[in-house]
């Protein structure tokens, strides 16, 4: 998220932590500009008036390429702004924007959109994963093992999520940490050691192998 007045970024990223996004928070283009190109990230909320510059130029540098991003796929850009005049409108759609919502708005119909954007396909993937019996309904929020339904927390959800788009590969408790948490987690508390053995103990105790000194492997199936 890229937003300048503090209270209204502070109390989306507790709106949106407590649905289950990760959410790192960026004040000017400046500090966007460097997570972007740091962090793999699935969509930016954007402001468009930003302290050293705007939204629409941040959008379009993304876009042309100039900026670039680690990851799969296009980030989907959503921009958040007071300026609601059609020209603006039309400025920020044409810039690369994905959609745009004007202030003030609620956050039922934030996250309807965000929801929205996650559902599009930019990167050839599906909505849904698979590995072995468990499946991930990533749009919904549903998962099933063994064709049953099985119930996750939100930190589980994510951890199972990140895993399972890298079934086979050892995946880092930082890793972790940065993609299903945010900035601020601690980087020596213990929580991904504990959400990964809760999951593991929900999916089967073959499941999640730990990797000692590297991370955690999910198995392909058998389990």
Known sequence: MVEDEEDLAEGLRVGLSRTGYAVD????????????????????????????????ALCRSLRTGELTTPGDGDL??????????????????????????????????????IRALLRRDTSGTTATLAVGDL?????????????????????????????????GLVVSSEELLEHVWDANADPFTQTVRVTVGTLRRKLGD????????????????GW
């Open 135 to 167: 499946a991930l309904d990533t749009a919904r929020h549903t998962a099933t093992l063994r064709g049953e339904p099985l119930t996750l927390t939100r930190k589980e959800f994510g951890v199972c999520e990140y895993l399972m788009t890298r079934p």
């Open 76 to 113: 989907r850009v959503l921009m958040l702004t007071a300026r609601g005049g059609l020209r603006d409108r039309v400025r920020g759609l044409d810039e690369g924007a994905d959609d745009y919502l004007v202030k003030p708005f609620h956050l039922a119909e934030l996250l309807a959109r």
């Open 25 to 56: 928070v960026a004040t000017d283009a400046t500090e966007a500009a460097d997570r972007l190109t740091v962090h793999a990230y699935d969509l930016m909320l954007l402001d468009v008036n930003l302290p050293d510059g705007d939204g629409f």
């Open 206 to 221: 073959g499941s999640i192998e730990t990797v000692v000194g590297r991370g955690y492997r999910l198995r392909d199936g």
